[in-house]
């Protein structure tokens, strides 16, 4: 089965600091794609990146990076000098096959609650 | 672009009504889908659809129906709502589709919120 977990449900930071959400999928496909969403306090999703399997080079967009290991099964995301802005609930998916069970196709995790303090 | 749009934005049913949530793209997406946001859950799939006239389930597909009448129209029905369906309600497409696996990035109308009393 698919799965992807975020193990952080809560990070509080203040301005200025970096800070790395963490996300770990679980998958048997052997081509997948990975994914971030922001949501804002104003309920939007936003699309950050998205990533398939076969390309592990880490990307930077300005203040945002995202480390992506297949060895550990991880996609993190970081965020360097953080500001009040990025405060919202960050989303790691995961898209793919299900095996067994109904096809699906974005699984998400719970989520890491991101609160940047002035 | 309007990109996904939803609508309603918010709706209050008492347990029973039926109602339907609307989504429309108009970027001429194959791929639609709907999920439903609950606290603590993140997004889980109810059902999806790889093209006009072809749907399939998701993880959560009980109390709900679909349709794909027309590529840009995905409409979502609650045959008779319980408060167990009371949750946030979202919207997706993408282009491409492959083997009912969306392969580019989905894209989320706003939401709907529903409370069922």
């Known amino acids: 089965a698919q799965k992807v977990t975020q193990a952080q449900t809560e990070i509080s930071v203040v301005e200025k600091e970096d800070v790395t959400l963490d996300c770990v999928y679980e998958?048997?496909?052997?081509?997948?794609?990975l994914f971030w969403y922001k949501q804002p306090p104003s309920g939007e999703l936003v699309f950050l990146i998205r990533r398939n399997s076969f390309d592990e080079q880490n990307e930077i967009s300005g203040r945002y990076s995202w480390n992506f290991q297949k060895s550990t099964s991880s996609f993190n995301f970081t965020i360097t000098a953080s500001q009040v802005v990025d405060s919202a609930v960050y989303f790691c998916?995961?898209?793919?096959?299900?095996?067994?069970?109904?096809?699906?196709?974005?699984?998400f995790g719970k989520g890491t609650k991101l609160s940047v303090k002035p | 672009n309007a990109g996904v749009t939803q609508t309603p934005k918010f709706q209050v049913l008492k347990t029973g009504q039926s109602m339907t949530l609307q989504c429309a793209q108009d970027m001429n997406h194959e791929y639609m889908s709907w999920y439903r946001q609950d606290p603590g859950m993140g997004l889980r799939l109810i059902h999806y659809s790889v093209g006009a006239g072809i749907t399939d389930q998701g993880e959560v597909p009980n109390g709900y129906n679909v349709s794909r009448s027309t590529t840009e129209d995905f409409p979502l029905r609650l045959l008779s709502a319980a408060p167990s369906q009371t949750s946030v309600y979202f919207c997706a497409s993408s282009y491409h589709s492959l083997a009912g696996v969306s392969t580019d990035t989905q894209y989320f109308g706003p939401g709907t919120r529903l409370t069922v009393l």
């Open positions: 998916a995961l898209s793919g096959r299900n095996y067994g069970g109904s096809q699906g196709n974005l699984i």
């Open positions: 998958t048997r496909d052997t081509t997948y794609y």
